[in-house]
């Protein structure tokens, strides 16, 4: 897996592509916890490739943590049918899934930060 991190304006947008895999999990929780955090946050994975269960849930409990630690929830965009289906498995709360990322862009707006 590799991520691409660039701004749009003041929102950190992520664009995650390749294959998820157990090696990449680790790197990309200390990206999360130290690049990212209180950081406004928009996850696309329109180039993410689900391969098997290797990886995928330290892949989305890095993420879980993230939305329920962040003070401004992060939001997930191009999210495929695998992956929506493991979110809502685990904690649908913690994901807010939009179809593209002028979508996700323009809903943060709607956020009044965590006291």
Do not use: H, W, Y
Not at 12 to 38: H, Q, S
């Amino acid at each position: 897996m590799q991520a691409k991190i660039r701004k749009d304006g003041d929102v950190t947008v992520v664009e995650l592509k390749g294959r998820l895999d157990f090696e990449t999990a680790e790197p990309f929780r200390e990206t999360c916890n130290d690049v990212l955090a209180n950081s406004k946050v928009v996850f696309n994975l329109s180039e993410l490739s689900f391969v098997g269960s290797s990886g995928i849930g330290a892949f989305v409990n890095t993420l879980r943590d993230f939305a329920r630690n962040n003070v401004v929830p992060p939001r997930f965009c191009a999210v495929r049918t695998e992956f929506q289906k493991v979110f809502k498995a685990t904690d649908e709360e913690a994901f807010r899934l939009f179809d593209d990322e002028t979508a996700a862009l323009g809903s943060f707006g709607e956020d009044i930060p965590k006291i």
